[in-house]
Each structure stands twice: as structure tokens, then as C-alpha cells.
């Protein structure tokens, strides 16, 4: 997912003759802290809310322009890029430029965050395991495997390399709402297994129980 395919226009795009008293009412109309700066839509800078309130209200953005951040995204980079400059500069909104430098558009914080929930599969249903490996044991095609073995499959991994203890910490999430017999496999081959969010075995006896009944009462 390119950044290109999460700009949308409509928002104002700054002048630099523009007066901080105008720029706080475009922040306020469109509920962001964050606009763009443009100059025959060539991306000049981003302003924040907090630095125009310094202003005094007839100042122009062109009086302080050394002082605006050039702060922008390439159309072509990948989605979590943004993530990265969102969390970074705790940005409202961040601005996509082609290679002419032009902007393109704006992403948004809620943008931002539904692709975000989108990238993860958090919407999917599913199991999620969360194991501790050491880097060495670290393979993606044994995990599938010992995954696959179980008639299950891998819908989303992600991994984070723990400074602390030197280990991956791997998170899963596979296509089963209850993974009992995955958990017992991967501890079988050495893998600890931290976390595990889903259905427990026993949710699956009573379940099982009560369909076993009413198929019993013919229901």
C-alpha cells in the first residue's frame, strides 16, 4: 500500500502570504493541528497549530518561513513510512509530494489508523499467539509448517527483536479461533509461547457439548 493511494485533497493548501489568524481558522474548520504550505503547489513546509499560536495574528507565514519543517512523504513510499513520520513528529495530518515536489494530498490521522487496523488484519477473526524464539530459531517456513500442520494457516506475522532478553518476540495470527493443538506443537519444538487471545479448549468442550445435545433432541 503506497502512500499515494491514502492522499485525499480538499483540504487547504497554505499560502505564504497567508496571516496566522487565517491559518488557525482553516486548523479549526477542518479540526487539525497541521497544515500544508505551498507555493504554485510546490511544497514549501508543514505548520503546526502550536507554533502558529506564537505568531501575532497579522504575522504572515512568510515573515517566520525559515522556520517552517519540511516535513512531507513521497507518493511512492510504502504506507508505513507515514506511520513512521505520524508517530515521530505527532503529526494530525502529513503531506504527499510526487517527485516534482508538488502535494498531492494529505493523510489524515483517521486515514491513517483504518489502514493501519486494515494492515495488521485486526478485523479478521482468528487466534493470536505471541511467542519468544531465539534469533538463530527464527524461521518463517518452520513456523507455516508447524502451523500448517494443524490444518491452520498464518494470516498475518509480525516480528520485533527484544534488546532485553535478545529474542524475537512473534506474533501470529492464523485462521482458527481456537489453537490449542498449535500452542502444544510449538512448545513441542522449543518455541515459548507468551501470549495466546482466542477461544480456550474449554469453550470449544461446551460448545461441542451443546451441539452433541441438540443434535441428541433432534432440534
Known amino acids: 500500500m503506497l502512500t499515494h493511494q491514502l492522499a485525499i485533497k480538499g483540504f ?6 497567508d496571516t496566522a489568524s487565517f491559518v488557525l481558522q482553516c486548523m479549526e474548520d477542518y479540526e487539525v493541528q497541521h497544515l500544508p504550505i505551498v507555493k504554485d503547489d510546490y511544497f514549501m513546509g508543514l505548520v503546526s497549530k502550536e507554533w502558529v499560536l ?32 505520524f508517530s515521530k513528529h505527532e503529526l494530525s495530518l502529513l503531506p504527499v509530494l510526487n517527485d516534482q515536489k508538488e502535494c498531492i494530498g494529505v493523510i489524515t490521522q483517521k486515514i491513517l489508523n483504518e489502514n493501519t487496523t486494515r494492515f495488521i488484519g485486526a478485523a479478521q477473526n482468528g487466534a493470536i499467539l505471541v511467542l519468544s524464539i531465539s534469533t538463530y530459531q527464527y524461521s518463517l517456513a518452520e513456523m507455516s509448517r508447524l502451523v500448517e500442520t494443524n490444518n491452520a494457516q498464518i494470516l498475518q506475522l509480525n516480528s520485533l527483536f527484544d534488546e532485553t532478553t535478545g529474542a524475537m518476540i512473534i506474533t501470529l495470527r492464523i485462521n482458527q479461533e481456537e489453537a490449542s493443538a498449535i500452542i502444544a506443537t510449538f512448545e513441542r519444538y522449543d518455541y515459548q509461547v507468551l501470549h495466546y487471545f482466542g477461544k480456550s479448549p474449554m469453550h470449544n468442550d461446551i460448545e461441542s457439548h451443546y451441539h452433541h445435545l441438540m443434535n441428541y433432541l433432534d432440534v
Not at 497579522?58 to 519543517?69: G, K
Open 54 to 85: 506564537d505568531m501575532a495574528l497579522d504575522q504572515t507565514m512568510a515573515q517566520r518561513a525559515d522556520e517552517i519543517l519540511p516535513i512531507a512523504v513521497n507518493g511512492k513510499e510504502h504506507f508505513t513510512k507515514a506511520l513512521e513520520l
Open 12 to 17: 487547504p493548501m497554505l499560502r505564504l502570504e
